[in-house]
């Protein structure tokens, strides 16, 4: 069964920090892209960081830049996302994707065709 799982979420304080995980199993990012977005309550989806499976090129949207990072297991087929200095702002659904697009032609909504059930992510002020 293809599937994409997320764990790693949880109850942190402002400040804390968390590192998601997210495995494949039956799929493979390559040769696309792994991508982490987020959706907090009565917003709409935001990506919050991509790697490009092969090449390890990243992209990180603003809110993230300078706090997140992410990174990937080739032979664990794992994504990571390690989120330091955490904000209130943060809490939100996160889910790990698998993005079609190539990486200059990327949409501001990607082009997923599979994604995680999401891990809840909860930061306290």
């Known amino acids: 069964q293809v599937q994409l799982v997320e764990s790693g979420g949880g109850l942190v304080q402002a400040g804390g920090s968390l590192r998601l995980s997210c495995v494949a199993s039956?799929?493979?990012?390559?040769?696309?892209?792994a991508s982490w977005y987020r959706q907090a309550p009565g917003k709409g989806r935001e990506v919050v960081a991509d790697i490009h499976w092969t090449s390890g090129r990243v992209y990180y949207a603003d809110p993230a830049k300078g706090r997140f990072t992410i990174s990937r297991d080739i032979a664990k087929n794992t994504v990571y996302l390690q989120m330091n200095s955490l904000k209130p702002d943060d809490t939100a659904v996160y889910y790990c994707?698998?993005?079609?697009?190539?990486?200059?032609?990327?949409?501001?909504?990607?082009?997923?065709?599979?994604w995680g059930q999401g891990t809840q992510v909860t930061v306290s002020s």
């Open positions: 994707a698998r993005d079609r697009s190539l990486w200059g032609s990327r949409s501001p909504t990607r082009d997923y065709d599979y």
């Open positions: 039956q799929l493979t990012f390559s040769p696309y892209t």
